[in-house]
């Protein structure tokens, strides 16, 4: 008995139906990631040292922490899911997070580590050639040499209350700013 092409598929339809295979279960078995293209990137704006200065200033009012760092630099990327953690978890809180990528990268190479990372948070990129043109407009402490990854904490008024030149926790961050905020 010879079946027609049509006949088959019709057939190969039916039982595919009935054996309850769902395609979406095999496009996307359960313990494989989601699907990164869902997320959205969060922006990118380049600053001047002295813009970046200014909206430290215009955050006033409320606590600002400002983590400073770079794609290339091992600890800074150790340190993402951290700043990722505090950020979403201090949302609740009046604090202002600055995220801060230095060292004049190309726009192409942060937004690539920020979608690779599902950074959630905005960014600015300094347009300096380093740091010490921003450490050059004199607002901020002597200590720091430019050295990534670093992180400061600012109260309302503009008083840095904290530094952490090297990678920095999540819960750290947490317990300083309810400490100071």
Request: hydrophobic letters at 45%; glycine letters at 6%.
């Amino acid at each position: 008995m010879r079946i027609g092409i049509p006949v088959l598929l019709v057939l190969l339809t039916a039982c595919v139906a009935s054996c309850g295979f769902d395609r979406t279960e095999a496009a996307a078995p359960s313990d494989q990631k989601e699907d990164r293209s869902a997320w959205r990137a969060p922006s990118i704006t380049t600053v001047t040292p002295s813009q970046l200065a200014d909206r430290i200033r215009s955050a006033r009012g409320r606590p600002i922490v400002i983590n400073f760092w770079a794609t290339w630099c091992a600890p800074c990327i150790h340190e993402t899911p951290e700043l990722i953690a505090f950020f979403v978890a201090s949302r609740s809180q009046e604090v202002h997070f600055l995220s801060v990528a230095v060292m004049s990268e190309p726009e192409d190479d942060v937004a690539a580590f920020l979608r690779d990372h599902r950074v959630p948070f905005p960014v600015h990129m300094l347009d300096a050639s380093s740091p010490d043109e921003l450490l050059e407009t004199g607002d901020w402490p002597t200590g720091w040499d430019g050295a990534l990854p670093a992180t400061f904490l600012f109260d309302a008024n503009g008083k840095l209350l904290n530094e952490w030149l090297g990678e920095v926790t999540a819960d750290t961050l947490l317990r300083e700013v309810g400490r100071h905020g």
